[in-house]
């Protein structure tokens, strides 16, 4: 049995729990109004609940199975909650277009954080802003294949 058989709670957040539900009715076809036309969503369990929770992100990927995920909440001043849920279970469950896969969770930083923070630029060039918008380090971690 998976931890992401446990019971889904969307989010209370309306327009996150809509654009999830948009995303499964398209299988990731539809842009999203929230990340644009290259997203994905990420499920992570609840630090607190243990339910499924899921977020739609912006893909940023190296092409050989690994992800960026970027803790950015558009420069909010705190992170989103989806950080304090993987640090806590550093396991993540994406659903890219009609793939979904588990993989692990690893926070990055220096050189390694340098790259995919170039990579997600490529892909969501309002990445420096938030940065500049807030005083909080804004996260980026590395999802990978287990094992």
């Known amino acids: 049995m998976s931890a992401f058989d446990a019971k889904y709670e969307p989010s209370p957040w309306e327009p996150i729990a809509q654009e999830v539900e948009r995303y499964e009715r398209s ?5 999203s109004d929230l990340v644009g036309e290259d997203w994905m969503i990420l499920w992570t369990i609840g630090a607190r609940s243990g339910n499924v929770r899921k977020t739609p992100l912006v893909r940023v990927t190296d092409g050989a199975g690994n992800y960026a995920i970027f803790g950015s909440m558009g420069g909010a001043p705190n992170n989103p909650q989806w950080v304090h849920n993987v640090r806590s279970r550093p396991i993540a469950r994406v659903q890219d277009g009609a793939e979904v896969v588990d993989l692990a969770v690893r926070e990055v930083d220096g050189d390694e954080k340098a790259e995919w923070w170039a990579r997600g630029m ?3 060039p309002d990445y420096d802003s938030y940065q500049a918008a807030t005083d909080r380090v804004i996260p980026v971690f590395v999802l990978e294949p287990q094992g």
Do not use: L, M
């Not at 299988?27 to 842009?31: A, E, H, K, L, R």
């Open 27 to 31: 299988g990731g076809s539809d842009p």
């Open 122 to 124: 490529a892909v969501w």
